[in-house]
């Protein structure tokens, strides 16, 4: 991935819409932040449950199980969970 988390905030912040994929499925990017010095990434299943198929994905849940969960920036960035991004111009 040739972002590193600052460039793809600002990109979210300038409007842009933002997917990741791997494992035939795709997840929109919603934020991208740090917590107590740590990125992370907060994204949305269009399946609407939290996590991946096979549960494959290191994700940190976020309340009701809605699709909605983050993942630390060492993890998103991975090849092995995602292996394309797209963003609109």
């Known amino acids: 991935m040739p972002w590193f988390p600052e460039t793809l ?3 979210l912040d300038a409007g ?17 932040l740090q917590d107590d010095g740590e990125w992370k ?3 949305f299943n269009p399946k ?14 976020v309340g009701a199980n809605d699709g909605v969960f ?3 920036w060492s993890d998103f960035t991975n090849p ?5 991004y797209t963003f609109t111009r």
Request: cysteine-free.
């Open 80 to 84: 092995f969970y995602f292996t394309y």
């Open 9 to 11: 905030r600002d990109k």
């Open 41 to 43: 990434v907060k994204l």
């Open 70 to 72: 983050y993942m630390k």
């Open 16 to 32: 842009k819409v933002v997917t990741v994929g791997g494992h035939n499925h795709r997840y929109s990017v919603l934020e991208v």
């Open 48 to 61: 609407a449950y939290d996590g991946s198929p096979n549960d494959v994905l290191p994700i940190e849940k």
